[in-house]
Structure formats: structure tokens, C-alpha cells
């Protein structure tokens, strides 16, 4: 994917090199391996990680898929806490184990050879949900609706002379919070079909 690309292997590669080197140089060489693994995953992963990481991730992933301004701050809010949380569980015990034993030079290959997968899930799981539409063409709705409407009246032996649209209102009435939103949809773009016919009829 193109936004996991330029949000995961463009900061995973140029950025994670430029921090490791920062905290290899900040972190004391006389301490124990030990200090310095625990000093340097804490600085990595309790104060990069969800200060600059994400936020930086969240805006040029949301760049890559054409999101504005407003909606990458509310995808941000929405998913930042859960991120984080999946962040910490995939990421403490790999950095812990990377900063102990793989030398500076080859962290970065390491670090991206993980990212691949982290990166991945990390991209579907902050985009943002799409609003979808159902649009039915006038003369298609208009047919669907009136053989949808007949076959609930011969269904329930509904009076022949009820009128369609009011019989498929009462269906997407009752059939709302129990049918997937495609075909509440559907259902909903039918009624406004025979509704609007009724009213050029009515106006005939």
C-alpha cells in the first residue's frame, strides 16, 4: 500500500537511523547493558513513539490518502489510544530485545524487517471508515420497490390496494439495527422511489 509505504518505510528508514544514533550517543556507554537497554527503549518507546512517531505516521499516511486537515486530527483522536496500547505490546519486548543484542549498524535492518508487518496492520487499522451511499436509478428503484412491495403483500396478506410506499416503510422501520446497512439502504432507497412517484402521479 502506498500510505503504509510512505508512512512506514520512508520513517522507519531515514528516521529510526537518525534516532538510534541520538540515543546511542545520549545514553551513558559505562552503564550496564542492562541501564543502557532499558534507558534506551524507555526514551524510544515512552516519549518518540507517541509524541513524534505516531503523530508523524497519522499525518503523512493521512497525506498519502487524500484526507484534510480535519479528518487526519479526527482519525487521530479516534484511534491514537488503541494504537498506542498495540504499539507497546508489539514493540517493547522486540526494541527491548534489539537495543540488547544487535549492534547499532544493523538495528535499522532489523527494526525494518519487523516494520513490514507493524506497519501493515498499523495503516488498515487507522483508516478511516468510508460513508457509503446507495444510490438506485428512477426507473430501476421504481421497479425493485413495486416488486419488493407486491411480494411483502402477498407475504403477509397485505390489502393489494395499500400503498408501496407505505408498506415499505414500515419493512425498513422494523428491519433497522437487524440487516446489514447495504440493504437497509436498498430498502430506504425504494421507499423514496415509490414516494416520488406518488407525488408526479398525485400531481398528474
Given amino acids: 500500500m502506498v500510505d503504509s509505504l510512505i508512512g512506514g518505510g520512508l520513517y522507519a528508514g531515514a528516521g529510526h537511523k537518525v534516532l ?24 524510544s518507546q515512552f516519549v518518540h513513539t507517541p509524541f513524534i512517531q505516531l503523530p508523524v505516521f497519522y499525518g503523512l499516511t493521512g497525506w498519502a490518502r487524500g484526507y484534510d486537515r ?25 526494541t527491548g530485545l534489539m537495543y540488547a543484542v ?63 410506499a407505505e408498506v415499505l416503510a414500515q419493512v425498513a422501520e422494523e428491519a433497522k439495527g437487524q440487516v446489514s446497512p447495504i440493504v437497509a439502504g436498498t430498502i430506504g432507497s425504494s421507499v423514496s422511489q415509490c414516494e416520488g412517484e406518488n407525488r408526479r402521479k398525485t400531481h398528474k
Fill in 102 to 164: 544487535v549492534p547499532l549498524h544493523l538495528r535499522v535492518l532489523v527494526m525494518n524487517s519487523a516494520s513490514y508487518f507493524w506497519n501493515t496492520g498499523l495503516s488498515l487499522s487507522t483508516q478511516a471508515p468510508a460513508t457509503m451511499k446507495i444510490v438506485v436509478p428512477p426507473g430501476l428503484g421504481q421497479s425493485i420497490a413495486e416488486s419488493l412491495a407486491q411480494s411483502i403483500r402477498d407475504q403477509h396478506g397485505i390489502s393489494t390496494t395499500s400503498n408501496s
Fill in 70 to 94: 480535519e479528518r487526519i486530527e479526527a482519525n487521530l483522536r479516534d484511534t491514537y489510544q488503541t494504537t498506542l496500547v498495540r504499539n507497546y505490546i508489539f514493540w517493547l519486548p522486540t
Fill in 20 to 43: 538510534y544514533a541520538f540515543l546511542e550517543r545520549v545514553v551513558p556507554h559505562h552503564w550496564s547493558l542492562m541501564e543502557r537497554t532499558l534507558s534506551q527503549m524507555a526514551l
